[in-house]
């Protein structure tokens, strides 16, 4: 194929859009990711790290920090270009819903047929390739500032870029397979950045948490692709979910398991799937993982919460909606069983969620929370059928959840920055008897401390390495040893950099950041007309509370779920506004919070102005035609344009719901409502240092449950985590494969030994006795050895059989082997 | 197809390597010397390997290469040897990893000719097992392939080495005892020891009026089955019978565990797929009742697969010892070889009987995957082997709970852990994962519940390769290593790096190996 007609056909162009940053992401990786070997004492050394004493590590050079930064912008730059000329061709397109741009080729041989991988871009991935891009494009830049300081920036930007790919492949793929692979990758992905700090405990272990909870559902969803491969014969969406007769088909055949529930294949298989998304997209019971994914660089927290990972979750149900909804007719208030899971799941975690984030403290846990509930939000609108609405929500909080998470990055970076000023005044001021204290407060450091102080100074512990390394393994020279043992780092008191209660009157050093967060807040809170979260939000609630006068149970359920846990979004927003930006700094460090100047300050806002942008005007897209005045500004033709695109997507158009005053009013109450109740409490008078939240006597006994998110992490380590660690260990090792299996065989083993012995000490005694009185009395056993001699030949086999039976057993034994087993 | 002008191929591939490990014995005691030339004899093979996977046509049907010689008349045994798509991928495996193995055991210091040698001797086993289509070739290399593993383990394993490698040869030569009856049994009866001739022979003997020397015919067919399956289910190795290999992995040097792993394992199900499944339809189709419960003999195998999958995958996550929790993945990931050639063993007894039963496009892609898993796992094993042997190699400690860290000091073995750590997860993208798959696909319409448990094994792979990298790489770096030379040699790396670029590759476009496999394959179920 000749390169022109590749780029000028629009059908292979699509190929493209994941290439820049997949590409990105082995270049860094083979190529520009280079460390220089400094000790970790140098000042070059990031504050992220433990103390090594002195020891050699690696940091990235600089040459390779800033060519790594620019492969992996140029590569996610690329990907934008190219997705925003895929989405021209896209737009241009009559009925794109029946005109895809699609190509496929062969992956592998499956008996006579083959299976099939290509990309597919038709309404939704349209859609979807105006925000995934866009909000990554953001997300990189602001990373180049964010991690700045990091000695290990190229592999940050190396794993960014294979995320950011991962997720292109998923957005683009037009099987269910090459979605699932995109959907695992950035799996690893998130494991990785998760776990980016991986010296840190709470760290690694919230990446493998984050790893494990997710692979719970993959598993079963992988199930549900093998099922659907099995039923169908393909994954292809357009042949499954563009076919009528196949969703007939496998809507009336009946499950292959579970049969007394009544459920069809393509019930059990959309079940499969949602469960997929339960885990991926963080719903209960699986969201345990997403609050502590916290953990990993803040860039990391808004690929994984806005642009990427938990998106696939929803974009992947989205996708297969046809599929889930067969055999029910949710117009009619006949909902499959896997509408019926997600209308229940995503509008008991919507409000589940959203009561935790009313009672955390650090910044990044709030939004966290309020992610979770969003994602309900938007499960449960698919789960009643409100097709349009879900991914309207599903970009809306894109958004303005990146622009959230970013600017709550800025923040804690201010914070660092505050924290870094004030430790630098201290230690002017006190010298080192404050640093001695603190060793004494906190004993595990100081033993630390003293554990690198010795292998510093090279006595004991070297000596012992000497003897161990033996031969070949000249033990590397220790350049740059310091002989000063005092590590000023790292020993101080800990300060949370991320504790709201340690913020406050943050508005006025850092005013970008506070006006970019106030925009994404209200987006989340849903602030009437003016904001992105507004129109969205309201679309789920106009369609459940169309379904709800039409007299459907899962509407009403998931309306007034909802509903609630719209106010307490408002109100939560309003609490980390107030608590973080309003009134006066609680404590020094937040005092002297700032971005600093310079680049690392420019890449900080930048992205956070251009997501404010989409944060408010990305709704008007997706307005009501009937709403009063606004309705026929932004939707003319009658029809609101995001409703109308997206809709084509499936086979037939979803009807758009009639236009009802009630559920806007209720969205204008509960918004304003619960930012009025936030503004009450944290706004109009404004915590000052000390205070106590406002929260904990007005919740009473529920706010420890609250704080300590229902104790369901608890929970899990004692059903789950704790069982199965013994299990592995002491049942399947120990007792099955050492005692039961090699038990058995050692009793063989001890009972041919007993045999064996046995003989031997008969043999021992026959031939002393042979030995011993051959001189003596040779004559007298002539007699003996005639009868012997018998000439029957069953005898002499006999002998040779008792002959080689021994010599076996000698070997046996005279080598050890018997007696070794334990 | 002959190289060198006159020499048969497949029989090159055969002796050359005896005839190089025999040289290398007789070169003079010089490590480097020893070294290089079995790297060269390694090489030269590998070279031959890919030469004639690539140069076998999977359009073609029939064995290709095939040659047929007399050979011991008097037993109606002959040299035949020939290769389908199934032996030309297993071929391709062995010959990619002797080189590899040759070069990571550049480790070794004593004894390098003698430890040189035995892996080439070793390839012949495996060689001459793959091209086998006489059943007495095919024992004959089968137990040959024993004898150089025993003497490597034996000698130059680890502390625990005299248990292991004695463990492991009787273990393997219990199993060979009803191999060799039975393979005597079928001889006799046949009068041939040609497997593709056996195929139609065996399957059809009903003996004297249905018995055999006196004996009902079930009896005897289903001891013949016992004596193979038995053996098999050792080499795979299949749960109960695996608790040889935890052992036998660890203790062996690196390369050992390699070869293992990488190759000899895959001797037991290549066996069960060219001997046991097509001998033993009506074996594997018969009903029989444990506790009251009917199952077929495809079944309960199917049954000892997922205990495979689900138990290996838990004794390996409840490891301190990096090589036994890599030799406990290999129990994890065999399995799911099992789980496909029981639903194959099951769908090809109903196509000989002509019932109806499972779909041939299931058993087409089950098979498929259990021979595509064979070859991944032995590119994943063999290089998680590798990464552990090279940590143990350089710190003397297999206990996981010693490490810590290591990321700081060895960024880039870092790297190439978690890449091979993934590769052995099954993620998607790399090798693995397309094999489990067709595996799961082809696995649950046939035993669903069985799937169903076999996900929780899944789960669990995830678990204990996270517990692996947790513990070598992550927390912070333990301070007692901090003099130690902890990252990747430049050997070693050269030795995993084509290993990982297949990961990748095969990962990312799999057809140009599994067409060849799915040709042969779809040919045994009439496609």
């Given amino acids: ?822 | 197809m002959t190289i060198f002008g006159t020499i048969d191929v497949l029989s090159f591939l055969v002796f050359a390597p005896a005839i190089g490990a025999l040289i290398v014995l007789l070169l003079p005691q010089n490590k480097w010397l020893a070294r290089w030339v079995a790297l060269a004899f390694a090489a030269i093979l590998c070279g031959v390997s890919v030469a004639v996977f690539f140069a076998y046509n999977h359009a073609v049907p029939d064995y290709q290469f095939v040659i047929q010689t007399k050979w011991f008349d008097l037993l109606g045994s002959s040299w035949h040897i020939g290769i389908d798509g199934i032996s030309a991928t297993m071929i391709l495996l062995t010959g990619l990893l002797t080189p590899l193995a040759v070069l990571v055991s550049f480790e070794v210091e004593d004894r390098v000719n003698a430890h040189m040698a035995l892996i080439l001797f070793f390839a012949t086993g495996l060689f001459g097992v793959f091209v086998a289509m006489d059943l007495m070739v095919f024992f004959l290399f089968y137990e040959l392939s024993l004898v150089p593993m025993y003497f490597i383990i034996d000698q130059w394993g680890g502390p625990n080495r005299k248990y292991a490698s004695t463990k492991f040869f009787i273990y393997s030569m219990g199993g060979s005892l009803g191999m060799l009856l039975a393979t005597q049994l079928i001889g006799f009866t046949a009068h041939t020891f040609d497997i593709q001739q056996l195929t139609t022979i065996w399957p059809a003997f009903n003996g004297a009026n249905g018995t055999f020397l006196g004996i009902p015919i079930e009896t005897v067919k289903g001891l013949a089955f016992a004596g193979f399956f038995v053996a098999f289910c050792i080499k795979v190795p299949v749960w109960p019978f695996h608790t040889w290999l935890p052992d036998a992995h660890s203790e062996a040097p690196t390369a050992g565990s390699m070869l293992l792993a990488g190759v000899m394992l895959k001797l037991g199900a290549y066996g069960f797929l060219r001997l046991v499944i097509p001998l033993f339809p009506d074996v594997w189709i018969s009903q029989i009742s444990i506790f009251g419960l009917s199952i077929s003999v495809a079944g309960l195998f199917a049954v000892l697969a997922v205990l495979g999958i689900v138990l290996g995958a838990f004794a390996a996550f409840g490891q301190t010892d990096i090589k036994r929790l890599v030799a406990y993945s290999s129990v994890n990931h065999m399995g799911f070889v099992a789980l496909g050639l029981a639903v194959a063993a099951l769908a090809y007894a109903q196509s000989y009987f002509k019932v109806a039963g499972i779909d041939p496009q299931t058993a087409i892609l089950a098979m498929n995957g259990a021979v595509f898993q064979m070859f991944n796992h032995g590119l994943s094993s063999a290089g998680m082997f590798l990464l552990a042997g090279a940590v143990y190699h350089k710190t003397h400690t297999r206990d996981m709970t010693q490490y810590g860290g290591f990321w700081v000091k060895a960024p880039i073995y870092g790297g190439i852990f978690i890449f091979t750590s993934m590769a052995s997860l099954g993620l998607p993208g790399l090798n693995g994962f397309v094999s489990e798959f067709l595996v799961v696909r082809g696995a649950w319409p046939v035993f669903t519940v069985l799937t169903l448990i076999a996900m929780i094994g899944l789960l669990f792979t995830g678990g204990y390769i996270l517990k692996g990298i947790r513990a070598v790489l992550h927390g912070p770096f333990n301070m007692h290593w901090r003099d130690y030379h902890l990252e990747i040699d430049l050997r070693e790396f050269v030795a995993i790096a084509p290993l990982m670029v297949l990961m990748l590759v095969t990962g990312l476009a799999p057809n140009w190996i599994l067409s060849v496999i799915n040709a042969s394959v779809t040919r045994i179920f009439g496609g």
């Avoid at chain 1, 619960?674 to 706004?683: D, E, I, Q």
Wanted: one cysteine or more; a negative charge.
């Fill in chain 1, 1 to 822: 194929m000749d390169w022109n007609s590749f780029i000028s056909n629009g059908n292979f162009l699509p190929w493209l859009i994941p290439v820049g940053p997949l590409l990105a992401f082995l270049i860094i990786t083979l190529l520009t990711n280079r460390s220089k070997w400094i000790p970790a004492t140098s000042e070059e050394y990031g504050g992220s790290h433990p103390d090594y004493g002195g020891m050699l590590v690696p940091v990235v050079t600089d040459t390779s920090r800033v060519v790594s930064v620019v492969v992996g912008l140029i590569g996610i730059l690329f990907a934008w270009i190219v997705s925003l000329i895929v989405v021209a061709h896209a737009f241009a397109i009559d009925h794109l819903g029946e005109n895809v741009i699609a190509s496929s080729g062969t992956w592998f041989d499956t008996g006579v047929t083959a299976f099939k991988m290509g990309i597919l871009v038709d309404p939704l991935t349209t859609i979807m390739l105006i925000m995934v891009p866009l909000a990554c494009t953001c997300i990189f830049i602001y990373s180049v500032g964010y991690m700045a300081h990091d000695p290990r920036q190229s592999r940050f930007f190396s794993l960014i870029a294979l995320f950011a790919g991962a997720m292109l492949t998923l957005v683009v793929a037009d099987n269910l397979l090459l979605l699932f692979v995109g959907w695992e990758v950035m799996g690893l992905c998130s494991y990785m950045l998760i776990g980016f700090w991986f010296e840190k405990e709470s760290a690694y272990k919230a990446a493998i948490k984050a790893f494990t909870t997710t692979r719970v559902a993959d598993v079963i969803m992988l199930l549900g692709i093998a099922y659907l491969y099995a039923s169908t014969g393909t994954l292809s969406f357009r042949d499954i979910l563009h076919n009528q007769a196949t969703l007939t088909a496998l809507a009336h055949s009946p499950a292959i398991l579970f049969g007394g529930l009544g459920w069809s294949a393509a019930s059990l298989i959309g079940i499969f799937l949602v469960v997929g998304t339960i885990g991926k997209s963080a719903q209960f019971p699986l969201h345990v993982w997403l609050p502590d994914a916290m953990e990993g660089p803040t860039p990391v927290s808004a690929m994984i919460h806005a642009a990427a990972m938990v998106s696939a979750g929803v974009y992947m149900i989205i996708r297969m909606y046809p599929l889930l909804s067969a055999g029910g007719d949710p117009g009619a208030g006949i909902l499959s069983p896997p509408m019926v899971l997600m209308s229940v799941v995503g509008a008991f975690t919507a409000l589940f969620a959203a009561t935790i984030a009313v009672a955390q403290n650090d910044i990044k846990k709030v939004l966290a929370y309020s992610t979770i509930s969003q994602l309900g939000f938007m499960v449960s609108a698919l789960g009643i059928g409100a097709y349009i609405a879900a991914a309207f929500h599903l970009i809306t909080h894109a958004f303005f959840k990146a622009l959230l998470f970013m600017a709550s990055g800025s923040v804690i970076h201010g914070m660092e920055h505050g924290e870094h000023h004030v430790h630098e005044h201290h230690a002017h001021a006190h010298g080192h008897d404050e640093l001695a204290a603190a060793h004494d407060q906190h004993p595990a450091m100081s033993e630390a401390h003293v554990e690198a102080v010795e292998a510093v100074t090279g006595e004991e512990p070297a000596a012992a390495i000497g003897d161990e390394s033996g031969e070949g393994h000249p033990a590397e020279p220790t350049a740059h040893v310091e002989p000063h043992a005092e590590q000023p780092t790292k020993v101080g008191p800990v300060f949370d950099p991320q504790d709201m209660f340690n913020m406050g009157g943050l508005r006025k050093t850092m005013p970008v950041t506070f006006y970019t967060f106030l925009l994404g807040g209200l987006s989340l809170a849903g602030f009437p007309l003016i904001t992105a979260g507004f129109w969205s939000k309201d679309e789920i609630l106009g369609d459940a509370w169309h379904g709800t006068l039409l007299g459907f149970g899962a509407s009403a359920l998931v309306f007034i779920f909802l509903a609630v846990a719209a106010f307490l979004t408002a109100f939560y927003t309003m609490r980390q506004i107030g608590l973080t930006f309003w009134g006066d700094a609680r404590t020094e460090e937040a005092k002297h919070a700032s971005l600093g100047k310079g680049i690392v300050a420019v890449t900080m806002t930048l992205p956070l102005i251009i997501l404010a942008f989409f944060a408010v005007v990305a709704g008007f897209v997706g307005v009501s035609p009937q709403f009063p005045i606004l309705g026929s500004i932004f939707s003319s033709g009658g029809f609101s344009p995001f409703e109308h695109f997206v809709g084509a997507t499936l086979l037939t158009e979803p009807e758009a719901v009639p236009f009802n005053v009630f559920p806007v009013l209720v969205s204008f109450a509960v918004s304003l409502g619960g930012l009025y109740a936030g503004y009450l409490l944290y706004w109009r008078k404004p915590l000052v240092a000390g205070e106590v939240d406002p929260m904990v006597n007005m919740l009473g006994p529920v706010y420890p449950i609250l704080k300590n998110k229902y104790y369901v992490d608890e929970l899990y380590i004692r059903v789950f985590v704790k069982p199965s660690q013994w299990f592995a260990a002491n049942v399947a090792y120990q007792f099955i494969d050492k005692g039961i299996i090699d038990g058995f065989l050692s009793l063989i083993a001890r009972v041919f030994t007993w045999i064996g012995d046995l003989l031997k000490n008969l043999n021992l005694w026959l031939i002393d006795g042979v030995g011993d009185g051959v001189p003596e009395a040779i004559g007298k056993f002539g007699g003996w050895i005639r009868w012997l001699q018998s000439g029957e030949i069953q005898q002499y086999m006999l002998y040779v059989a008792i002959a080689a039976l021994v010599i076996g057993i000698i070997f046996a034994l005279t080598t050890g082997v018997l007696h070794a087993a334990p």
